[in-house]
C-alpha cells in the first residue's frame, strides 16, 4: 500500500539549516509530483511546495521562496526538503505528501505522512 | 494568492444528525482545462490529513458515501448525511487551480 514517511525534524537555531527527507513506497514514484505542507502547533495547514513528476517544475508558497528547496530523487524514492535561514516562525510539523494524479498535472495532495516536527529556538 | 475561507469555524453536532461546512474563495476555481480543483481533508487529533473529496465532488478511496461535496466557482459546501463518532475532527477545504496552493482556516467538528 502506499506509504509516505518523513524524517529529519529536530532542534535548530535561527538562521540555521536542515533538509527533510520523505521516503516513499507502494506505488510508482517517479509517475507522481510531490507537495510539503507544514502545520504549526495549534494552527491549520500551510501549503509549502510541489515539484513536478519529472522535476520540470518547482512551486513555493511566498512565505518560504527563496528559503526553502524542494527536490527529489528518484533512485532512492524520497523527496527532499532542504530549509535554510530558518526562523523561529518555521517551528511546525512537516508533511509530505503524494499527488492524487500521475504525470505532468496536479490535483493536489492524496497521501499524507504523519510528520516530522521542526522545532526553531535558540 | 486565492483566499479560502471556511464557516463556520467551529460546529457542534448531534450523533446521526447531518453537518455541513461551506467554503468560499477570493476567485474563481475554475481551472484553464474545466476543471475545478477543489479538495477536501479531514484530520482526525492526532492524525495527518486524509483525502475525502477532490474535484469538488469525487469520493476519494474508502471514503464513506455519507461524505458529499458540491459547489461551483467559488463556493462549495461539504456535507456529512449522518455524523458519527468517528467524523470528529478538523476539516479543510483546499483549491489546487492555482499556486500557491491554500487552504481554508478550518472547520473543528465536535459532537454535543
Known amino acids: 500500500q502506499v506509504q509516505v514517511a518523513e524524517s529529519g525534524g529536530g532542534v535548530v537555531q535561527p538562521g540555521g539549516s536542515l533538509r527533510l527527507s520523505c521516503a516513499a513506497s507502494?506505488?510508482?514514484?517517479?509517475?507522481?509530483?510531490f507537495h510539503w505542507v507544514r502545520q504549526a502547533p495549534g494552527k491549520g495547514l500551510e501549503w509549502l511546495a510541489f515539484?513536478?513528476?519529472?522535476?520540470?517544475?518547482?512551486y513555493y508558497a511566498d512565505s518560504v521562496k527563496g528559503r526553502f528547496t524542494i527536490s527529489r530523487d528518484i533512485a532512492k524514492n524520497t523527496l527532499y526538503l532542504q530549509m535554510n535561514s530558518l526562523r523561529p516562525e518555521d517551528t511546525a510539523v512537516y508533511h509530505c505528501?503524494?499527488?492524487?494524479?500521475?504525470?505532468?498535472?496536479?490535483?493536489?495532495?492524496?497521501?499524507w505522512g504523519q510528520g516530522t516536527l521542526v522545532s526553531v529556538s535558540s | 494568492d486565492i483566499v479560502m475561507t471556511q464557516t463556520p469555524l467551529s460546529s457542534p453536532v448531534t450523533l446521526g444528525q447531518p453537518a455541513s461546512i461551506s467554503c468560499t474563495s477570493s476567485?474563481?476555481?475554475?481551472?484553464?482545462?474545466?476543471?475545478?480543483?477543489l479538495s477536501w481533508y479531514q484530520q482526525r487529533p492526532g492524525q495527518p490529513p486524509r483525502l475525502l473529496i477532490y474535484?469538488?465532488?469525487n469520493r476519494f478511496s474508502g471514503v464513506p458515501d455519507r461524505f458529499s461535496g458540491s459547489g461551483a466557482g467559488t463556493d462549495f459546501t461539504l456535507k456529512i448525511t449522518r455524523v458519527e463518532a468517528e467524523d470528529v475532527g478538523v476539516y479543510y477545504c483546499?483549491?489546487?487551480?492555482?499556486?500557491?496552493?491554500?487552504f481554508g482556516q478550518g472547520t473543528k467538528l465536535e459532537i454535543k
Open positions: 515539484i513536478r513528476y519529472d522535476e520540470s517544475n518547482t
Open positions: 474535484k469538488i465532488s
Open positions: 483546499m483549491q489546487a487551480t492555482q499556486f500557491p496552493y491554500t
Open positions: 476567485q474563481s476555481l475554475v481551472h484553464g482545462d474545466g476543471n475545478t480543483y
Open positions: 507502494g506505488f510508482t514514484f517517479s509517475s507522481y509530483g
Open positions: 505528501a503524494k499527488d492524487l494524479t500521475a504525470g505532468f498535472a496536479s490535483n493536489g495532495p492524496d497521501w
